[in-house]
Structure formats: C-alpha cells, structure tokens
C-alpha cells in the first residue's frame, strides 16, 4: 500500500528565507509524486509533480523538488520565501498502475514580514 | 474553460436530510474522484470512477453513493445526512499521466 509522511505540521518562515518542505513516501516501485498547495478557502493546486527522468523537478511560484529513491523523500524547496506563498502544502503519492492518489496531512506554513 | 465545478459552494443539512453534491468537469477526463478533508487529516478518498459506468469505493465510502452515467458529471450522494460528515468535500479528474485537477469545493455543514 503507498503512504505519505509530512512531519512537519505548521512551520513559520521569515519573509526572504527559504523554505524546504519534507515529505517520505511509501511504494514499491517507483511512484508518481506531487506537491499541492491549498489558500484558505480555496481547492488544491498543484504545483510540480515527479513522474520519471530528472530527479529535480522545477513548479509554479518559483518552487522546486527532489525526488530521492535512497530516502523515499521528495522535498519541497524554494529560496526565498514570498508573504503569498503561506498557505497549506500537501505532498502526495501515487503508483504506477493505481487509479488513486493518496495524501500526506499537510504542513502550513506561516510567513512573518 | 470551466475545468472542475462543483455545486452547491456551501449547504448546511439537517441530521437525515439528502442531499446530492454535484460535480461537472469540460477537459473530457476519464479519472474522476471525490474526497472529504477535515482539518488536520489531509485529502481522504471517498468514491471514484475510471469511466462512464464505472465506479469503485475509495478509503471513506460507508455513508455515500455514486453514479457515472456520462464522462462530464460524477454526483456524489448522502442518503441520511449524520454530523460525521460535516466536512469540505473536492472533486478531481484527470487523464492518463496527468496530474489530478481540483474543484473549489463544498463545504457542508449537519446540524
């Protein structure tokens, strides 16, 4: 079964720092991997998604990941940190030949000015 | 192009009521999904479909009920409406060696 680990519940950044999320994942195989990310209110977005080649992946707003076979991680990471990018960021998982994805919990993240 | 709509935007039941929650994508996806999220507990999956005619229970199912009579539409159902399933329900669709697209949610309140 594939399962998704965010550690990190809430986690509060200054503005112009930078950012990593963690996420591990569960699988087998090699998974298809995705981050979204959620504004208060709002639905889910995505914003960079790992299905095979280079293990850095570039998103959206500036975020990138790495996709790491040796520690099952695919952590988010951005250089400097904007007030727009608080929100909530979901990490999710899904096998080769599965119809479903499934989601870590989630990490909000707040930015101080 | 509209992508995933979901209707109503918020409802409030009362404790047995029905109520059917609507969900319409235009990208002619054949993968569509519905999932309930309580805070703190991420995305759960509650029902989803690989195409016109088929649906399959997803991790959350006891309560629901789902059709797929076109590509366009999968409505997902509560017969007896019980304050366990207050909750912000999304809607999703893709194709093959997509990523999934979201709705903006319902957000549904049993009182």
């Known amino acids: ?113 | 192009n509209a992508g995933v709509t979901q209707t109503p935007k918020f409802r409030i039941l009362k404790i047995g009521q029905s109520m059917t929650l609507q969900c319409t994508q235009d990208m002619n996806h054949n993968y569509m999904y519905w999932y309930r999220q309580d805070p703190g507990m991420g995305l759960k999956l509650i029902y989803y479909s690989v195409g016109a005619g088929i649906t399959d229970k997803g991790e959350v199912p006891n309560g629901y009920n789902v059709s797929r009579s076109t590509t366009e539409d999968f409505p997902l159902r509560l017969e007896l409406a019980a304050p366990s399933q207050t909750s912000v329900y999304f809607c999703a669709s893709r194709n093959d060696q997509q990523p999934q697209h979201f709705g903006d949610g319902t957000r549904l309140s049993i009182l």
């Open chain 1, 1 to 113: 079964a594939q399962s998704v680990t965010q550690p990190d519940i809430h986690i509060t950044v200054s503005e112009g720092a930078s950012l990593e999320l963690r996420c591990n994942y569960s699988y087998g195989a090699t998974p298809y991997l995705f981050w979204y990310v959620q504004s208060p209110g709002q639905g889910l977005q995505l914003l960079l998604k790992y299905f095979s080649g280079d293990t850095l992946v570039q998103g959206i707003k500036g975020f990138e990941a790495e996709f790491k076979r040796s520690q099952s991680s695919f952590n988010l990471r951005k250089p400097s940190v904007h007030w727009s990018d608080a929100a909530e960021y979901f990490c999710a998982v899904r096998g080769g030949s599965n119809y479903k994805l499934t989601f870590g919990k989630g990490t909000l993240l707040t930015v101080n000015p």
